[in-house]
DNA sequence: TTATAAGTTTAGACAAATCTAAAAATAGTA
DNA sequence: TACTATTTTTAGATTTGTCTAAACTTATAA
């Protein structure tokens, strides 16, 4: 219907992370630090977003995105994502360089383009950070991820992907080898400050609760 | 010194390129039919652009460009061409499809993802429309070009760009096989209309003048 | 339940890029 | 040279996205 402009779609995409991310509601404070801008500033916008029926919006009571805004959102989600596979895979950046690129990359518009990307990269299914790329129609891969601090002491785990996509945490998780397939053995947990000890191959080392709380892991199967 | 906004980098490439491109003087109306807008918006971004030091401007006497603003042109005209480059090569699109993709990525602000981009395709010299690309100090090739129009009857020369860069002209030129690369002799010119008959493999057909006066060709060189 | 705090919206303003209509400057020509 | 036509600039508005400060609503807690 309407063609979201570059910051409708950031709006967008805010609202649409924060809708499936956090446990708290969309509250206006919540997009503007999301957007880091003013409550005053999302206020306008939100208007502007209801108008043009991406979210349902009422005064006082928050924000819910409706299915064209959603599609909007894993549109956008689709390009950064996609982009980022060709950053690290092609043109070989460390996957704690690509997000800002991706950022803008995924405002180039044409459809035809990313198709082409997609055939090009072979069709990925999750990008480098290990969150899964939505398809053409939106429909994304989801497997059951958990926080590597609610792992147990003695078990083997696959990292899955990261929460915090700041490039001062990916660049940390780098340093020590702690990319989406590593295979991380927990050593011991201490009880005082949840800080864990881990295995690597064949690195041992030790992490905060603030970092372990940031990887996200699945249980390790040994065959296939 | 000041970061060009994506709008002020589209008037520097425009105002560069009817510096190097027309012989007429660059004027205030000719940057108006360019950038498909009117007189009194371009007076008003040019003292802008002037302001900023990447023009030469006085009232009613034109536009002269300046170091800095060439510098800032021929930026974006690097990453224009070599996008396209990566759009037909890689991605596989037609030469008249590229344009209006390579419009958007242009402006995608990282040095480091053009230099590697520049890596990954080899550093070409051109790109698929027989432009030259400059390197990142801005130098670049450029044969003696001249056009078709001012071929001789019975001569032979290969095709290495074109004038007109719409969509429409590429489309009728990639019909008939005529592609930068392209070797084309010259059997007949019609005294009447200019027009003239043309070998290209073991094809042979008519160009009229409008067609020959876009496409650019050096002399074939047998050997080598 | 009422006072205060926290969160949200409105009002009014601004910068960027654009427009139309009118005024001013330059160019072309009799 | 003087008149007219063309080109360019100015004036005043508009749209988008933003801001600060003030007003308003909802939540919290004595």
Do not use: C
Request: charged share 30%; glycine share 6%; no cysteine.
């Amino acid at each position: 219907m309407y063609q979201p402009t570059v910051t409708e779609e950031n709006y967008l995409k805010a609202i649409y992370h924060l809708s499936n991310t956090g446990t708290k509601s969309v509250n206006t404070s919540s997009i503007a630090t999301s957007m880091e801008t003013t409550a005053a500033s999302v206020t306008d916008m939100l208007r502007k977003l209801s108008d043009k029926e991406w979210i349902n919006y009422e005064k006082y009571k928050g924000v819910k995105i409706t299915r064209k805004g959603e599609k909007v959102a894993l549109g956008i989600i689709r390009k950064h994502r996609l982009w980022e596979v060709f950053l690290t895979n092609i043109l070989e950046f460390e996957w704690d360089e690509v997000h800002n690129m991706a950022e803008e990359l995924e405002h180039v518009s044409s459809e035809e383009l990313i198709k082409r990307l997609d055939k090009f990269l072979g069709h990925p299914k999750f990008d480098p950070h290990g969150d899964p790329i939505p398809d053409q129609t939106g429909k994304m891969e989801s497997h059951d991820k958990f926080n590597l601090s609610a792992g147990e002491a003695g078990e083997k785990y696959i990292i899955t992907g990261v929460t915090d996509h700041s490039t001062l945490f990916l660049k940390h998780l780098r340093k020590y080898g702690l990319l989406p397939g590593v295979t991380v053995s927990i050593a011991e947990i201490m009880d005082y400050d949840k800080s864990m000890l881990v295995k690597v191959s064949k690195d041992k080392f030790h992490l905060s609760l603030e970092v372990s709380k940031n990887i996200l892991i699945k249980k390790y199967v040994s065959s296939k």
